[in-house]
């Protein structure tokens, strides 16, 4: 017979470091255990605070089987982030983010940050007005992503004006 639960990754209950305490580090605050066996991320300040930015979390079994893995410094598979939906992503790519675990390195992020967005974006629109596209909602996103990614400093002031000026030149 197979181990039904042999990809979910062993509970941890207790701190191994202090027995005594009910929190565990985790990244750079400390995670209450007891909240965690009850399915829910509460994270607290080293002086054990309450962290403000951040509201407990209601964790699916996927999601908390990850958790387990990070608190074992286990690599996280892309396919066990596939598998995940977009509200479970979220969560684990919030309580990466928030927790700055050394671990983030190891949990592929199938995520698109907004640059990213913007500019693939810019590439798209780019290529539809250098072949022959005019459209003038179009050409105004064009326009409106190039000042926003210079201002961002993402594309040199240098090359703005020159693509701003080769627009003028050619009427658009």
Not at 84 to 111: A, C, G, M, S
């Amino acid at each position: 017979m197979s181990d039904p639960d042999q990809t979910e990754p062993k509970m941890i209950l207790v701190n191994k470091l202090d027995p005594m305490s009910e929190y565990i580090p985790f990244g750079k605050y400390i995670l209450s255990l007891k909240q965690l066996s009850k399915g829910k991320f509460m994270l607290r300040t080293k002086s054990r605070n309450p962290v403000l930015s951040f509201k407990t979390l209601l964790l699916t079994k996927k999601t908390k089987a990850i958790v387990q893995k990070l608190l074992q410094d286990i690599d996280v598979t892309f396919d066990e982030i596939d598998n995940l939906t977009e509200d479970e992503r979220n969560i684990i790519n919030q309580i990466v983010e928030k927790t700055e675990i050394n671990t983030r390195l190891k949990i592929p992020n199938t995520k698109k940050t907004q640059l990213e967005k913007d500019l693939h974006k810019f590439n798209v629109l780019r290529g539809s007005i250098v072949s022959g596209g005019d459209n003038i909602e179009m050409l105004r996103d064009f326009r409106r992503l190039l000042l926003h990614l210079t201002n961002e400093n993402y594309i040199s002031k240098k090359e703005c004006n020159e693509v701003l000026l080769e627009m003028l030149k050619l009427n658009l």
